[in-house]
């Protein structure tokens, strides 16, 4: 409870301060307990032979995910304090890398951007941009949604899921059956920022592109480990929301930045009055 409190403080002061298969693998081999990197900021802990996961340590395990192909490597999301992030991720993978941010908050978009010229995102969420990415200069370059990373052996699909922020954005290897959510499914807590139709419309429509190409799960932005998004909770997710919103749920009233909350399925979803809607 403390860790959510904590979170929910974080985007408060934050919004207001600021308003592979095949293909090249690391170099760098896993100890025993999967780890390839690990400073006072982040840990990389290797998934498969050519995805990483990195684990900071400032805001509920912010997660950020290194994808190789044969020929390129994509960054999902900067994490909040990670000096010389672009440096540990290429000797990760041993090539460049291009960075994805999948939407604009601080523990999503901090200081790493910098290190990059460009990076992609989704145009949506520059509404967030002068709050949690103030200082970035680089060119911003606009994700569409069904757009296509070709890494070289591996494609890397966009698929757009508003809720959480109004550009919230997933990433997925269709091949490889997964995909990266961040925080567009709340890793068991889902703070919303649009409205609750939203996030319902997100649910169903990421629920179809899960039956059609058989996705068994997502990485989530604040992955401990134990927290994988699956299918079912997606579905959860989506009718908690769609029980709100026809009234047969009962929701609670809380002191917060989200000030309402409901609970079914262990799952918490936060948000403002005015979001049911």
């Given at each position: 409870m403390k860790r959510v409190v904590y979170y929910l403080l974080f985007l408060l002061v934050a919004l207001s301060a600021c308003q592979l298969r095949g293909g090249a693998s690391s170099t760098i081999t896993p100890d025993a307990e999967g780890i390839v990197y690990k400073d006072d900021n982040i840990e990389f802990r290797q998934i498969d032979a050519n995805t990483w996961h990195g684990k900071g340590n400032l805001m509920y395990s912010e997660s950020v995910y290194l994808v190789a192909g044969e020929d390129d490597a994509l960054l999902i999301d900067a994490g909040m304090y990670v000096p010389g992030l672009k440096a540990i991720a290429e000797k990760i993978v041993g090539k460049k890398t291009t960075l994805v941010i999948t939407h604009v908050h601080s523990d999503h978009t901090g200081i790493a951007v910098n290190e990059w010229e460009s990076l992609w995102m989704n145009a949506a969420d520059e509404v967030n941009v002068e709050a949690c990415m103030p200082n970035y200069q680089g060119k911003k370059q606009y994700l569409h949604d069904g757009q296509i990373f070709d890494l070289g052996g591996r494609q890397i699909e966009v698929l757009f899921a508003p809720g959480h922020t109004p550009g919230s954005t997933l990433l997925i290897d269709k091949e490889a059956h997964y995909g990266f959510s961040s925080d567009a499914f709340g890793s068991s807590n889902l703070l919303v920022f649009t409205d609750l139709s939203t996030v319902s419309s997100s649910c169903s429509r990421t629920l179809r592109f899960v039956e059609k190409y058989g996705l068994?799960?997502?990485?989530?932005?604040?992955?401990?480990?134990?927290?994988?998004?699956?299918?079912?909770?997606?579905?959860?997710?989506?009718?908690?929301?769609?029980?709100?919103?026809?009234?047969?749920?009962?929701?609670?009233?809380?002191?917060?930045?989200?000030?309402?909350?409901?609970?079914?399925?262990?799952?918490?979803?936060?948000?403002?009055a005015p979001q049911i809607r």
């Open positions: 068994t799960h997502f990485y989530p932005g604040h992955f401990g480990g134990e927290n994988i998004e699956t299918p079912k909770r997606i579905d959860d997710i989506r009718a908690l929301c769609d029980s709100v919103l026809a009234g047969t749920k009962e929701y609670q009233s809380e002191i917060n930045v989200l000030n309402h909350l409901v609970k079914g399925e262990g799952i918490t979803i936060r948000f403002n």
